[in-house]
Each structure stands twice: as C-alpha cells, then as structure tokens.
C-alpha cells in the first residue's frame, strides 16, 4: 500500500515549500515538490492524507538514550527493556536510536547485545534500535561522572573481541578515554571492524585527541560533560573538537548538561554539521518517576534533570523534540539546519546515512508530522504509524 502526505512545508532537511512524501511499503518513494510527488505513478492509486499546513521531516535519530518509560537498560539489559523504550519514542519523534549502556561488567555488556539482536530479529511496532551505544567502561576514574567507578576498567582486546563475537554487527559505538593505557590499540582494531569511537569522560590533552583521530576515533560524548575543561595553555577536549574539522559533537541540549551560550557558540565555532542532539535519558524520561536507582546509588530527578545524592549530574529526562524546540529557542537555528542536527547528522556519525536521516527516495519511511509550534502530531516509523496525537484530515 502506498500512501502520500501532503499540505505543508517539507524539510528533507532541505526546506521545500508546499512538498510532499510519497511511502510505499517500508520505504520513501519520493519526496519534494507536491506536484512532482503526485505525479509519480504510484502516487495515483496512494492514499493522500492531508497535513493541513503542518510541517514534515526525517524522524529523528537518538543515539545515547539509557532508558525510557520506567525502563533502565545498564540495569535490566534484557528485550523487555527495549520493548518499552521502543514503543515509548515515536511520541517524541524519535523513530531510530542506540540504546545504551553505562560502564558494566562483561557479562551485562553481552546480554544488552544478546538483547538488541533479539529485536532486530524480532522487530516491534515503535522506534528501531540501529544498535548499541556501550559508554564505558574503559573510561577515565577521574571523569566517571555517574558512572560506577568499581566497574571502570582499562581497555582489553579480550574483552573487545568478545563484545564484537557476540554482536553480529551490533555494537555500533563505543566511548572511551582516549588517554588511558591500551586505549590507542583498541580504538584502532574497533573502527577497523566497523564500530564508530567516541570520547568521552576523559581528561584527553589536545595532542591526544588529535592522536585518537589519527587511530580512528570520529565522535566526542556530550561535549562539556565528563571532561577536563578548555584553558589557555592546553586546550585539551573541548580545544581540540573547536580547532579540528571533522570531528563530530554531540550535545544534551537540556540547558542544565550545557548552557544555552555554548551551544550557541559551539554551532557558531564548529557549525551545525558537526553537532548531533542526544537526549542521555534516564528511565524516568516520559514519566512521573522522581527517583530510581543505578545499581545501590538513588538518583533524584529534579528541575529537568538527573543527581547523584552528592548533586553529580546522572543523565537527563530530555525527550528528542524537546532538544529540538530549545535548539530553535536559545541559538535561533533555521529550522532546516535544526532538523539536521537530530537526522541526518546522527546518521552520518554511526555510518547509517544510507537508510536513515533524510526523506530521500530508497531510504527508509521514517517521517515525522509537527505543528507550527514543533509538536509532535503524527510519526511513521518505516511506513508503519506508531504514534498520533489527534486525526489528520484524509
């Protein structure tokens, strides 16, 4: 069955006025100008559903959210964690993430894989998991955060080779510290074998972010938390992602992990194609949970975001359209460019460009309907409907 959605403004991100998407099945078989999507043949005999002046884009793309609706996926790594999490997105536009860990032994590292793969080979109705997101647990003690310091540990190859055994290709990003003993060989050996690196919860100096580049790395971790602060005489992490040209940042654009001004001077400095919006939820978010555990640690949710008793920030209760709608607000970003930093950004940092993050012909039918103000209305998740907040004329 083909259907098309037509009646608003389009951004592919690219904006297009008066555009329309054609959907065949599970995938995009136009999109663009609305006389030129209805022309197409197949457009013919579709189903036309009617947007009345609301807005059309990519679903967008989450890829560090540790736990949703009640479900915490370091703490209960297992598909019904994911089953909830996956159902939960699409309300927020996000129609493809990389749930993920926090620092953990080995034996919950393999069963969060164990658990991704049952999805992927038995898909639910909701957003798709494009993977895993392991944070940690070769990280620096000095820049834990949240993370639990017991589990921290240097960088093995036995331990990677034994993730990479287990994932049948679904350990899609890794983040480590750059600087600590062994890290440079395994970043090497992990993107030679497909997983994108990032860094994070380091205490990385210039010379060494710039090396971890050279061995592979392509991402840094929610720039400004869980690392050493940029000075005049050594720049360290912060200094190296404003001065390089390719590395990609992602950001927690809650306006508590990062203060509306460097976000704003961060897309002025690098721009906005190298910034990607995460959400770094905790289960809490999309609920009224205002205190949960990471491992015997309580954690209270207060003011928008997450605190260790001694007030370490654990994480966020940031929904993917809430970072859009701050985005708009606070750095006055065409809604194009914010758009892309939320799709076809986060596809392009974990390689999958290719089906994901833009309304192409091809790639999948993941769409997202909004109103003027960006309220999530209606949320197709390859071709299939798996969120809408009231009818839509047809």
Request: hydrophobic share 45%; glycine share 10%.
């Amino acid at each position: 069955m083909s259907l098309v959605l037509f009646g608003g403004n389009l951004y592919t991100p690219d904006f297009i006025e008066d555009g329309a998407v054609l959907i065949h099945g599970h995938e995009i078989l136009a999109a663009g100008d609305r006389s030129q999507v209805l022309s197409n043949d197949e457009a013919k005999n579709a189903e036309l559903i009617d947007i009345q002046g609301k807005i059309i884009s990519p679903g967008l793309i989450d890829i560090q959210i540790n736990g949703a609706g009640g479900a915490d996926f370091t703490e209960n790594p297992v598909p019904s964690s994911l089953q909830t999490i996956t159902k939960l997105l699409p309300e927020f536009g996000c129609t493809s993430f990389l749930p993920t860990l926090l620092s953990a032994s080995n034996e919950t590292i393999l069963a969060a894989l164990q658990a991704t793969r049952w999805l992927r080979d038995n898909p639910e109705s909701g957003a798709q998991t494009l993977g895993l997101h392991v944070e940690g647990p070769f990280l620096n003690l000095e820049r834990a955060g949240a993370h639990n310091t017991n589990l921290i540990r240097e960088p093995s190859m036995i331990d990677l080779n034994r993730w990479l055994q287990e994932a049948a290709g679904d350990l899609r990003l890794l983040t480590l510290a750059p600087e600590i003993p062994g890290a440079s060989t395994l970043i090497r050996e992990a993107s030679k074998r497909g997983v994108r690196i990032s860094l994070g919860h380091t205490a990385a100096t210039y010379q060494e972010v710039m090396s971890a580049w050279d061995q592979g790395a392509s991402i840094v971790t929610h720039l400004f938390n869980g690392m050493k602060a940029i000075s005049a005489r050594e720049p360290g992490i912060i200094g190296a992602i404003f001065d390089h040209d390719q590395f990609i940042a992602t950001i927690i654009a809650d306006g508590i992990h990062v203060h509306p001004a460097l976000l704003r001077a961060t897309i002025g400095i690098i721009g906005s194609e190298r910034v990607v919006l995460v959400t770094d939820s905790m289960s809490p978010m999309g609920t009224n949970i205002e205190r949960f555990h990471l491992g015997t640690r309580v954690v209270e949710v207060r003011g928008g975001a997450c605190y260790l008793e001694d007030g370490t920030l654990a994480g966020s209760v940031l929904s993917m359209d809430q970072a859009i709608r701050n985005v708009v607000r606070w750095v006055d970003l065409p809604l194009a460019d914010a758009f892309r930093l939320a799709t076809i950004n986060p596809a392009r940092a974990i390689g999958v460009e290719s089906s994901k993050g833009s309304l192409t012909a091809g790639k999948d039918a993941d769409v997202v309907i909004w109103t003027q103000s960006l309220e999530v209305e209606l949320v197709f998740t390859r071709g299939v409907a798996t969120y809408q907040r009231s009818g839509l004329s047809q």
